[in-house]
């Protein structure tokens, strides 16, 4: 079975932190995948990679950063958490090249972070 | 743009049939997934439907018609375990897949 993990299930910052979220597939993939999901929208994609130390923005960018050092761990970084960025941070991961194809991807437990 | 509906809420009793439907307009089209999401945990992947028709999978199927923008789930033999949202997610012409917010559903005995 895929397994994605990720560093905690739950997480409370203060604004300006640095935050540090990782995500760990043990399924040899090459797609690695942060979303965000919040109440009554659907997740919303903030950055993909398809490769060792490749990065490409999704929808919300603004804020975050990633890192992908290792091609099993994909780390999204809050440079200086913000209150709207309280939400649930879904990572995931998938088979095939470049971020494209029709693989499933597999998700990780969820990180539900909250900024005070 | 790219948009996703699907119900909000639906509610259906034990032992049952339901359809939860879903529409779409994308940038392009590269099939549809339908994921499954208990309170509190993670999606799950359900099925992935890329030409037109009917599959059935065990007690779940998933319809698609590209030339309509038109997916269904249908879930038989409802079980309070299928209490969950259902999640409708096209892949656009990036192969980037578009989230609907998802159905709620609430099953009751």
């Known amino acids: 079975d895929v397994k994605v993990t990720q560093s905690s299930r739950y997480l409370v910052k203060r604004t300006g932190e640095k935050v540090f979220l990782e995500c760990v597939q043990d399924?040899?993939?090459?797609?690695m995948f942060w979303y965000r999901q919040d109440p009554g929208l659907g997740l919303r994609l903030i950055y993909f990679?398809?490769?060792?130390?490749?990065?490409e923005k999704g929808d919300i960018p603004e804020g975050y950063s990633v890192s992908r050092e290792k091609k099993e761990r994909f780390s999204l970084i809050l440079e200086s958490a913000s209150t709207n960025q309280t939400s649930m941070y879904l990572c995931?991961?998938?088979?095939?090249?470049?971020?494209?194809?029709?693989?499933?991807?597999?998700f990780g437990p969820g990180t539900r972070l909250t900024v005070l | 743009g790219q948009n996703i509906d699907q119900p909000t809420e639906m509610t259906a009793t034990e032992g049952a049939i339901v359809q939860i439907n879903c529409t779409y307009q994308t940038s392009g089209f590269n099939g549809l997934f339908w994921y499954q999401q208990h309170a509190g945990e993670a999606p799950t992947f359900l099925s992935y439907?890329?030409l037109d028709g009917l599959e059935e999978k065990g007690r779940f199927s998933s319809f698609l018609s590209r030339s309509k923008g038109y997916s269904y789930l249908l879930l038989k033999e409802l079980q309070m375990k299928d209490s969950a949202s259902y999640l409708c997610a096209p892949l656009d012409s990036n192969y980037q897949l578009i989230w609907g917010a998802g159905t709620k559903l609430i099953i009751k005995p």
């Open positions: 399924m040899d993939h090459e797609n």
């Open positions: 990679s398809y490769d060792v130390k490749m990065k």
């Open positions: 439907n890329v």
């Open positions: 995931a991961s998938s088979h095939g090249t470049s971020g494209r194809g029709t693989d499933t991807q597999y």
